[in-house]
């Protein structure tokens, strides 16, 4: 059973470029959610997504965009890469009221 | 303005003690839920505790507590008899139903380090 599964695991960009991280989990979830995790911040909501075909905006959503595919993947895409982004990038899914289950984290350096 | 506050940036516990770490919250809400993750230096989010807004007791999961106070809006995670293990950052987080349905928030953290 893997769970929630992001890749990459790391990824250094220049500014300026685009890149998509990707998240599947294969335990039927209804939500799913992208935070970001920098030092000394905790993680913050960048978008979730309560269902599929739906997606709505966290605390700090602007620089990115996001598509729930199916049920199964909910991806993350940075359009135009800046540093203010390098952070640690984890993507969750949860049903009900149940507790959440996160992948492992995307590390990712803009330069 | 922030949702969940944990105004203890870095904890400190003798091993075997008992250690008590802060989260208060504000919300509007009537219908929330309250959850502690742990994280350890490895970077993994591991899950330890439920509250609903509407629990009558305190929920307990083995060595972890959490002490409910709905009209102070607190939450704190107490955890018995520390072990070595238990060094690493927790985080409090929100659910709301209602305004936001399925939206979870997290604060900032509280380092624990255990002391043998």
């Known amino acids: 059973n893997a769970g929630v599964t992001q890749t990459p695991k790391f990824q250094v960009l220049k500014t300026g470029q685009s890149m998509t991280l990707q998240c599947a989990q294969d335990?039927?979830?209804?939500?799913m959610y992208w935070y970001r995790q920098d030092p000394g911040m905790g993680l913050r909501l960048i978008y979730y997504s309560a269902s599929e075909g739906t997606t709505d905006k966290g605390e700090v959503p602007n620089g990115y965009n996001v598509s729930r595919l199916n049920k199964r993947e909910f991806s993350l895409r940075l359009e135009s890469a800046a540093p203010s982004q390098t952070s640690v990038y984890f993507c969750a899914s949860r049903k009900g009221l149940a507790e959440a289950f996160f992948g492992q984290g995307t590390r990712l350096t803009v330069v | 303005a922030q949702k969940i506050t944990q105004t203890q940036p870095g904890m400190f516990v003798q091993e075997k003690e008992a250690v008590t770490l802060d989260c208060t919250y504000d919300?509007?809400?009537?219908?929330?839920?309250l959850f502690w993750y742990k994280q350890p230096s490895s970077g993994e989010m591991i899950f330890l505790i439920y509250?609903?807004?509407?629990?009558?007791q305190n929920a307990t999961e083995g060595r972890y507590s959490l002490n409910f106070q709905k009209a102070r809006k607190s939450a704190n995670l107490v955890i018995s008899a520390s072990q070595l293990g238990d060094s690493a950052m927790y985080f409090c987080?929100?659910?709301?139903?209602?305004?936001?349905?399925?939206?979870?928030?997290f604060g900032p953290g509280t380092s624990l380090s255990v002391i043998p």
């Open positions: 335990m039927n979830h209804n939500s």
């Open positions: 509250q609903g807004s509407y629990d009558q």
């Open positions: 987080a929100m659910r709301e139903w209602e305004t936001s349905y399925d939206k979870v928030i």
């Open positions: 919300t509007s809400d009537p219908s929330y839920g």
